[in-house]
């Protein structure tokens, strides 16, 4: 198992940036699939960004491609999300996840408490 918690959110105006990180703790970390997942108010839960456990492999959502970056530090123990050109429709509590090595990936065992993110026109 492993423990994620993600930091990172506020408040910005459209336009701006913000870099999210997820801190992970346990094992296998380093072996783990890492998603980024978002959830705005009424609405679903939806898929943002993944990347392999070895982070050469990435995928991302339509909406966010060419905006949003993720990534993973040399050591695997912590996960990042590089949001630019953010827009109010990015407004939503961003969750950190992590699941078997799989790629593509497949299901997301464990999940991070969620960090909001504000977007202000």
């Known amino acids: 198992q492993v423990q994620l918690v993600e930091s990172g959110g506020g408040l910005v105006q459209a336009g701006g940036s913000l870099r999210l990180s997820c801190a992970a703790s346990?094992?296998?970390?380093?072996?783990?699939?890492m998603g980024w997942f978002r959830q705005a108010p009424g609405k679903e839960r939806e898929f943002v960004a993944a990347?392999?456990?070895?982070?050469?492999?990435?995928s991302s959502a339509d909406s966010v491609k060419g905006r949003f970056t993720i990534s993973r530090n040399g050591t695997k123990n912590t996960v990042y999300l590089q949001m630019n050109s953010l827009k109010p429709e990015d407004t939503a509590v961003y969750y950190c996840?992590?699941?078997?090595?799989?790629?593509?990936?497949?299901?997301?065992?464990?999940w991070g408490q969620g960090t909001q993110v504000t977007v202000s026109s």
């Open positions: 990347i392999s456990w070895s982070g050469s492999s990435t």
């Open positions: 346990g094992r296998p970390f380093s072996r783990y699939t």
């Open positions: 996840a992590a699941g078997p090595g799989t790629w593509p990936p497949r299901v997301y065992d464990y």
